[in-house]
């Protein structure tokens, strides 16, 4: 039974026995405690409106916390995918740099060969000159032969 409702109950039973000649001191009695009964009535509602707000106030509280514990799994899903980007980012720069070392190595053997294919063009015009020279040579020793 609600506090208020008891204190109520109280108080009627207090006035039913105010009757009677003996009554008169009890009554002052009675009154005290019918005062009394309506101040502990008024404490108990101002109590269970106290006690009303704070359940109202630690459902509001459940809800934030409900509200904040989403918000943070949200954090530590975007954290998981960006740490993931990181590292997939790490992988592909790797793949670059050893893209990039194959290229180099890559130009560094066409300039190998284009020195050596430079080189062999120097040596085949020498020798196409000395052998133009030759010719020539062996022209005018044939052209001394000729007979005419």
């Given amino acids: 039974m609600p ?16 009757a009677g000649e003996a009554g008169k001191g009890f009554a002052v009695v009675a009154e005290e405690v019918r005062n009394l009964a309506q101040r502990s009535a008024e404490a108990a509602k101002n109590t269970s409106t106290l006690i009303a707000e704070a359940g109202q106030r630690a459902q509001r509280g459940s809800q934030i916390s409900q509200e904040v514990d989403g918000m943070l799994r949200e954090i ?8 993931t980007l990181v590292a997939q980012i790490a ?15 890559g ?18 015009a020498q020798v196409a000159t000395a052998t ?17």
């Fill in 107 to 124: 130009v560094a053997e066409i300039q190998n060969v284009t020195q050596r294919s430079n080189a062999g063009s120097q040596t085949l």
């Fill in 76 to 83: 530590v899903d975007a954290t998981t995918r960006f740490t």
């Fill in 3 to 18: 506090l208020d409702t008891a204190c109520s109950q109280r108080a009627h039973r207090t006035n039913s026995a105010r």
């Fill in 91 to 105: 992988t592909s720069t790797k793949e670059q740099s050893s893209g990039i070392q194959q290229i180099t190595c």
């Fill in 132 to 148: 133009t020279q030759q010719v020539e040579g062996l022209a005018q020793l044939v052209d001394g032969f000729r007979v005419g």
